[in-house]
T-cell receptor, first 113, second 111 residues
């Protein structure tokens, strides 16, 4: 089936550093989404991107929908301890109402204080 | 607080046993979904439902069945569990085209 290639798989950074992660796909998606998952919880939506080329910010987070509609990146500026977790990209296509998401493998972020 | 409730939070199940994972949402969302999460594979769609009374197969439907008798509930059944179904299962809902909301998951271990 479809799969997204998300990189890096893990990151170990110092508090205050900037973070960048990205996803690429062989398929075109109408929407790109970025989720964060904390231990023992479900994914929580961070940013949704609906147009090719769109650049969207949510506080210290910035994400872009690639112009080819096959890729997206997420940047986190000035990382803080609560940024620790697993970040997932997801490409979305809509078929007959339900939105079907294809997820990347995740980026595990660890922050050294 | 509005959201998605999954039960149980965790379960250890003997192979061959039948198990139903429960999911209830109180947001009146039309669409609901079941995903499984495995290490290194992200989340993969098992089954989905556009609206009450309809269901569809996702990427990995084999060994699972679902029903959608009403808007709020979307149970996932494993008729005869196998060890490869050991995973964390997430239920989600949405009001298309708005993004999906996820529950907190059910950790299932099949021995």
């Amino acid at each position: 089936g479809q799969q997204l290639n998300q990189s890096p798989q893990s990151m170990f950074i110092q508090e205050g550093e900037d973070v960048s992660m990205n996803c690429t796909s062989s398929s075109i998606f109408n929407t790109w989404l970025w989720y964060k998952q904390d231990p023992g919880e479900g994914p929580v939506l961070l940013i949704a991107l609906y147009k090719a080329g769109e650049l969207t910010s949510n506080g210290r987070l910035t994400a872009q929908f690639g112009i080819t509609r096959k890729d997206s990146f997420l940047n986190i500026s000035a990382s803080i301890p609560s940024d620790v977790g697993i970040y997932f990209c997801a490409g979305q296509s809509t078929s007959g109402g339900a939105q079907k998401l294809v997820f990347g493998q995740g980026t595990r972020l660890t922050i050294n204080p | 607080i509005a959201g998605i409730t999954q039960a149980p939070t965790s379960q250890i199940l003997a192979a061959g046993r039948r198990m139903t994972l429960r999911c209830t949402q109180d947001m009146r969302h039309n669409a609901m979904y079941w995903y499984r999460q495995d290490l290194g594979l992200g989340l993969r769609l098992i089954h989905y439902s556009n609206t009450a009374g309809t269901t569809g197969k996702g990427e990995v439907p084999d060994g699972y069945s679902v029903s959608r008798a009403n808007t709020d509930d979307f149970p996932l059944t494993l008729a005869s569990a196998v060890p490869s179904q050991t995973s964390v299962y997430f239920c989600a809902s949405s009001d298309p085209p708005s993004p999906l909301h996820f529950g907190n998951g059910t950790r299932l271990t099949v021995t």
